[in-house]
């Protein structure tokens, strides 16, 4: 994984940054403190985890007066597979976080932003802890590490080397511990619980006590047939009674109503032939109707016919009019020519002449003649109009009249239809007096019947006494209460039983399922003593490769030295010892006794050794390497450690940030970082 570009805006003291990765191999980021050089990297981490190495900051956002309302920083990476991809992530006004591959303009969709987080560290292959163990050595990690009493060493090793997974193991070993140990307290008071149950049951006398209370129960049913039966045949006969009664009672009412709608059909009947038979009277009108229609189709065309001539004859006679007034017109124009001699004709702008004016002359002599034709031809048309209009007057009136007995046939069709259907109501009223008379018979006949096989029925109860109904009905009750009370009784026996036979039962599962947790309890003791052990052995494991490259380092960078690390033999103490060695004056000292050229060197060379273990444990790689004021004070031999770094990091970046002077010429590019009214500004510059 390699970054390519960060451009930040209002984050932090940078107001508008873009740093330009891909073009800084080995480059020194310089600036006084606070300038704004480490949170360039600081941004970095934000951008891609969310998070930031020093966590120092009280707000994202630019922290001056006129506070912004929006803060964004994007970063470019390079996946191994050669994939660009583009992370942005907002803060403010429209916060959020975004990832966009190579040239596309909309983002890869994701619900959340936490959604989207983890897509982003599985396409990096790591969560924000491991990029800081494997990319960011920032201020202070190896140092707290070198400072640090023995017994903390192991925490602060477990923390660089993300021994979550057995820490994790241990908190819930001792969660497990706590959870059965409860469990098994809990069975203890079931157990006492349960015992004490069982100890207060005599389970035999109880059986013996439902066996006698299901034979009284027996009993009791017995009896309740015997009561149940007669007051059954009591209740029958009494409803036999009733039921004849009431045929009885509908038999008459039946008979009432249908004399009653007998006499109304028959009223009805009466009323309709009462009334005279108009039918003959109202066909005779029909007829002289008819005979008088007779041509109306004929007058009705020969209507129309004059309208439209009529329309014609007004259309020419217009037509007429018009040639008139323009023969009129033009003998006129002509008159006014023949007043003009020797002026300009207003229609051809020629000079008018003699020999012009009598050939006018001529002209209008002939429309003269034109003229006197068309009148006489228009009052020709005009007196043939007016006969036209006399003919249609007389044959609108003819159609008025016959529209009118055209209408009184109408009238006397929908008489003649209504005597037609007073007939019809009669046959109808008729056959429904006939049939309802049936059928009034019928249902009186089948009330008889049923009554006769009620007396019938009644006959089969005749030793059931009615008045003694209610005596047997109290004998009924008070059996059924006693049965009841019983069967609760024999319910409960039962149910006492069965729970002693349930709790018996439960017993055992308890006793069994104690003995489950008790052994599972001795294999979590064994394992709450065993896993700080295997921790300690894991890194026990680790520390020769350690010490191993730590030393390797060293020896290129402060000769005659050599640093050695011991975990405690009996891994009860968790310390690691640290031991530092000065061969060339056969000393041992601690490393708060060295100096800070020697300090820087000794921190240099253990972050670099277990940045390689971390490397090589996570399985992941990035292509740069992040070195944050690593050197207070430089020597005469800070040349071997940039030679170092170049032999043993040449195919990654190198981006070390530094306020030494010393060591601007041992970089190819240098970033220098000023602050100028609170606004970091960048300027890259090449050796």
């Not at 583009?86 to 596309?104: N, Q, S």
Request: charged share 35%; with cysteine.
């Amino acid at each position: 994984m390699d970054i390519i570009k960060g451009i930040y805006e209002n984050i932090f003291s940078h107001k508008n940054t873009e740093i330009p990765f891909s073009d800084l191999d080995f480059a020194l980021f310089k600036g006084h403190s606070g300038s704004g050089k480490s949170s360039i990297f600081d941004i970095m981490c934000w951008v891609l985890f969310g998070e930031t190495a020093r966590k120092k900051y009280k707000s994202i956002l630019r922290d001056i007066p006129d506070k912004p309302k929006t803060g964004k920083g994007t970063v470019d990476v390079v996946m191994d597979d050669g994939k660009k991809y583009t992370v942005t992530r907002k803060v403010g006004r429209g916060k959020g976080l975004w990832i966009y591959e190579d040239g596309a303009e909309k983002p890869i969709s994701f619900r959340t932003s936490t959604q989207t987080q983890q897509f982003i560290e599985k396409l990096l292959g790591m969560n924000f802890k491991t990029f800081l163990n494997i990319a960011y050595f920032s201020q202070g990690d190896v140092g707290k590490f070198l400072t640090s009493e023995s017994s903390e060493r192991i925490k602060v090793i477990s923390d660089l080397l993300d021994f979550e997974q057995v820490d994790d193991m241990i908190s819930k070993n001792k969660k497990d511990v706590e959870n059965i140990s409860n469990k098994i307290e809990n069975f203890k008071g079931q157990l006492v619980v349960l015992r004490g149950k069982i100890d207060g049951i005599d389970v035999k006398r109880m059986q013996r006590e439902k066996n006698m209370k299901i034979a009284a129960s027996d009993k009791t049913v017995e009896d309740l047939v015997v009561v149940s039966q007669y007051l059954d045949g009591i209740k029958i006969k009494n409803e036999i009674t009733d039921d004849i009664q009431n045929l009885k009672k509908s038999h008459n009412n039946q008979l009432t109503n249908a004399k009653h709608s007998l006499a109304q059909i028959k009223s009805t009947i009466d009323s309709l032939k009462n009334k005279k038979d108009m039918t003959p009277e109202l066909k005779e009108k029909i007829k002289v109707c008819q005979e008088k229609l007779i041509g109306y189709d004929d007058v009705r065309k020969n209507l129309n016919k004059l309208r439209d001539e009529v329309s014609e004859g007004y259309g020419e006679l217009a037509k007429h009019e018009n040639k008139l007034e323009t023969l009129k017109e033009n003998k006129k124009t002509y008159e006014d020519i023949l007043k003009m001699e020797g002026c300009e004709c207003p229609t051809c702008r020629n000079i008018v002449t003699k020999k012009n004016l009598q050939h006018i002359k001529q002209k209008i002599d002939e429309i003269s003649k034109q003229i006197d034709k068309a009148v006489i031809r228009y009052n020709e048309k005009n007196e043939q109009l007016k006969n036209k209009i006399n003919a249609r007057e007389i044959a609108d009136k003819n159609m008025e009249a016959l529209n009118r007995v055209k209408a009184y046939e109408t009238d006397l069709k929908n008489k003649l239809k209504q005597e037609e259907n007073r007939h019809e109501r009669i046959s109808e009223s008729v056959i429904q007096y006939n049939q309802f008379k049936d059928s009034s018979k019928k249902q009186l006949d089948e009330i008889k019947k049923n009554i006769v096989r009620l007396n019938h029925d009644l006959s089969y109860y005749k030793d059931y006494k009615l008045t003694d109904l209610k005596e047997y009905q109290e004998k009924y009750n008070k059996l059924e209460s006693l049965r009841i009370s019983i069967e609760k009784d024999v319910a409960l026996l039962k149910f006492q039983i069965q729970d002693y036979y349930d709790s018996v039962k439960r017993l055992k599962q308890v006793e069994d399922g104690m003995k489950v947790y008790e052994d599972e309890y001795k294999i979590i003791m064994y394992w709450k003593d065993a896993l700080p052990k295997i921790k300690i052995e894991m890194i026990d494991s680790i520390i020769p490769f350690v010490e191993s490259e730590t030393n390797k380092y060293l020896s290129q960078i402060l000769s005659g030295k050599m640093i050695k690390f011991m975990v405690d033999p009996d891994k009860a103490t968790n310390k690691l010892d640290l031991f530092i060695y000065d061969y060339e004056n056969g000393i041992e000292r601690i490393f708060e006794g060295w100096s800070g050229g020697e300090k820087d060197k000794m921190t240099l060379s253990v972050y670099l050794a277990l940045n390689k273990l971390a490397s090589l444990r996570s399985g992941k790689r990035v292509n740069f390497l992040i070195l944050d004021e690593k050197f207070s004070t430089l020597g005469d031999e800070s040349k071997n450690i940039f030679d170092m770094l170049r032999n043993e990091y040449g195919d990654r970046k190198i981006w070390m940030i530094s306020h030494v002077k010393e060591i601007d010429s041992e970089f190819k590019e240098i970033v220098n970082v000023k602050k100028i009214n609170n606004i970091s500004n960048v300027q890259i510059s090449y050796n």
